[in-house]
């Protein structure tokens, strides 16, 4: 192996398994924890299992089977089962991928084996708590609170999302590619319901969601505050993972909301919780709940059913106000796509007809004054 730091030898690894950024980044994690817990890179650990294969040592007598089952130890009393059998794996399946001789480790109970606590419908975030984090939060945070909670994204996806993305999901209320124009004719509306095409990393499956009017409203509060030129393919959330993940632990914190077993009651993975619980409790069905938050039918369903997107829509409108948090929705005067888009195209038509009566007018007036 001709590599000599472990950023070259993950480097290599990602490449040649075409991985993507988000799973480099856990396989960096893990890398970085075993070499540690060493006191070696991953490099010079390597190193060392091919010298002892090639002095002929018996795997019993190997240093790196001590070292995989202590590491294994370490990471049962430290961590839950899903981590230690996760990071475990990938340390292993980087041994193998250049060629280390693997054979298998001594079974291990179960029973000693952290499991995570099982969450109930009380330990979801609620209306109250939501809305006493939007008044400590910034207008990153907000304007990502709302749309998780209302949308039901994932976190991966939503920082997905690119101002493209937002232009077309909007695209029933004007008739524009341009944000700074979009912003401007939505700023002081209230009825925004925009409907967003997106992909699920997870399972490489698009599909249909929205969010409510007062995600957008934030949205736009926290577009307004950017200084540079946005572009078409910028984010539109423009924070890191983990800098989001620090946003909601401060948040947390605040409101002194503790933890759930290992993990803090208020992040984006219960906000999606939360959208699909409160859903479900307002009266929607499973099947739609589950199209909406992109999770993955059976195979014949994908292949001959499709949810019609403006269908979808009406029904997610008819149970929108179970995960609204500021706004009234029973006030709102929510139109179809279809209205709104002829609504749209009349005020462009009227703006049109508006131009062409003023050019008319001075060449009427230039005409009397010849």
Not at 173 to 181: K, L, T, V
Not at 341 to 357: F, G, R, V
Request: hydrophobic share 35%.
């Amino acid at each position: 192996m001709n590599m000599e730091t472990d950023k070259e030898l993950l480097e290599d690894f990602a490449r040649t398994r075409n991985i993507k950024n988000t799973t480099k980044r856990i396989y960096q994690a893990s890398i970085e924890l075993y070499a540690k817990y060493n006191e070696k890179t991953m490099v010079e650990l390597i190193q060392e299992a091919e010298t002892e294969e090639e002095k002929g040592i018996r795997w019993k007598h190997r240093k790196i089977k001590k070292r995989l089952i202590e590491f294994r130890i370490f990471l049962t009393e430290n961590y839950l089962k899903s981590y230690v059998k996760s990071t475990l794996g990938r340390i292993i399946s980087i041994y193998k991928h250049y060629e280390i001789e693997i054979h298998n480790l001594p079974l291990q109970s179960n029973k000693n084996l952290t499991e995570p606590v099982p969450i109930t419908f009380k330990d979801l975030p609620d209306k109250k708590i939501i809305k006493q984090s939007l008044k400590i939060a910034n207008p990153l945070m907000r304007a990502i609170i709302l749309f998780m909670s209302s949308s039901g994204c994932a976190r991966r996806e939503t920082l997905n999302i690119t101002i493209q993305d937002f232009l077309n999901a909007t695209s029933d209320y004007h008739n524009s590619n341009n944000i700074y124009e979009v912003i401007n004719i939505l700023k002081n509306r209230d009825d925004i319901i925009p409907t967003f095409k997106i992909r699920r990393v997870k399972t490489n499956k698009y599909y249909h969601t929205f969010c409510s009017p007062e995600a957008v409203t934030e949205i736009i509060n926290y577009l307004l505050t950017i200084n540079k030129n946005i572009k078409n393919n910028d984010f539109l959330f423009t924070v890191h993972p983990v800098t989001l993940i620090n946003y909601f632990n401060e948040i947390n914190n605040k409101l002194d909301l503790g933890k759930k077993g290992t993990y803090i009651r208020f992040r984006s993975h219960m906000l999606r919780k939360f959208h699909a619980s409160a859903l479900q409790n307002n009266g929607m069905n499973k099947e739609d709940i589950n199209s909406m938050q992109g999770k993955s039918q059976n195979a014949t369903d994908e292949s001959y059913f499709f949810e019609d997107p403006n269908k979808l829509r009406e029904k997610y409108i008819q149970h929108m106000d179970c995960l609204t948090i500021n706004l009234d929705v029973n006030n709102l005067n929510i139109k179809s796509p279809e209205y709104t888009k002829l609504e749209t195209e009349n005020h462009t038509l009227k703006s049109e007809l508006n131009k062409m009566d003023e050019i008319m007018a001075r060449l009427t007036k230039l005409e009397q004054q010849n």
